[in-house]
């Protein structure tokens, strides 16, 4: 059983910063990605940033030039550092570990999640 658990949310002021951790254990598939997820109240889950296993990343377009995502593969972790924090980006965010299976059909992802921390910008 894979856990995820993130840490390093928290309150700060527009135009702070907040470094999210997110550590995988148990029995530990190899993850083909991992990225950081965020929903704000009374909006769809959404990706902020995600990490391939060669370190490819992709951002959402808001936090572009803001956040920057990093990848430990030997640890199972992956790590958001987010500067320029802005009262929008308060949401509980998730981290994601993703497994994708080569299987007689296609591809098939396995999606494991953490229990998300709460990350508040305060104006």
């Known amino acids: 059983q894979v856990q995820l658990v993130e840490s390093g949310g928290g309150l700060v002021r527009a135009g702070g910063s907040l470094r999210l951790s997110c550590v995988a254990s148990?029995?530990?598939?190899?993850?083909?990605?991992m990225g950081w997820y965020r929903q704000a109240p009374g909006k769809q889950r959404e990706l902020v940033a995600a990490i391939t296993s060669d370190g490819s990343t992709n951002y959402e377009d808001s936090v572009k030039g803001r956040f920057t995502i990093s990848r430990d593969t030997a640890r199972n972790s992956a790590y958001l550092q987010m500067n320029s924090l802005k009262p929008e980006d308060t949401a509980v965010y998730y981290c994601n570990a993703r497994r994708t299976v080569s299987m007689p059909t296609g591809l098939r992802n396995y999606d494991y999640w953490g229990q998300g921390t709460q990350v508040t910008v305060s104006s």
């Open positions: 148990g029995s530990m598939p190899s993850f083909n990605a």
